[in-house]
């Protein structure tokens, strides 16, 4: 029979508080980039969260609720996967354009997203996921430092 104290707790220094900031931190860091996607494409993009907000919810005022929801818990499901097995940041950015490629049509977020789109779309999740890993980079190193001086 486990007792209470048998079960995980989230603790001050457990690695969730690091992958939420590291996603929240990448979140605020994609607000610079997607001034140079609007300037390549012309437009704002449609996998933008107002733009996915207006497709799904009929208002684009949902927007930063998307955005502010889905950048961190891309940021802790990096942290999990990092803390795992062995994830380059740009495969992870991969992986997240090809999933939203592939998806975000089927659901109606946005319609198919094909040529100049497709690629800012990856070098979208590519700076999110290089930022992320900058954010857990540091998140560690200032734990290792911490670690070293107690």
Do not use: N
Not at 76 to 83: D, T
Not at 119 to 128: D, G, Q
Not at 131 to 139: I, N
């Amino acid at each position: 029979m486990a007792h209470l104290s048998d079960e995980p707790t989230l603790r001050l220094g457990h690695p969730f508080r690091a992958w939420l900031t590291a996603g929240v931190a990448a979140t605020a860091a994609l607000g610079r980039f997607e001034s140079l996607e609007r300037l390549l494409l012309g437009r704002e993009p449609s996998y933008a969260p107002a733009r996915v907000a207006q497709r799904l919810f009929g208002s684009r005022h949902f927007g930063p609720l998307l955005r502010w929801t889905y950048g961190p818990a891309l940021g802790v499901a990096y942290g999990a996967l990092r803390s795992r097995i062995s994830v380059p940041a740009l495969a992870f950015g991969a992986a997240i354009a090809t999933v939203e490629l592939l998806a975000m049509p089927r659901v109606g977020a946005t319609p198919p997203i094909r040529g100049r789109e497709a690629i800012a779309l990856f070098l979208h999740a590519a700076a999110f996921a290089v930022a992320a890993e900058a954010a857990l980079s540091q998140a560690a190193r200032s734990v290792s430092r911490r670690a070293t001086t107690v």
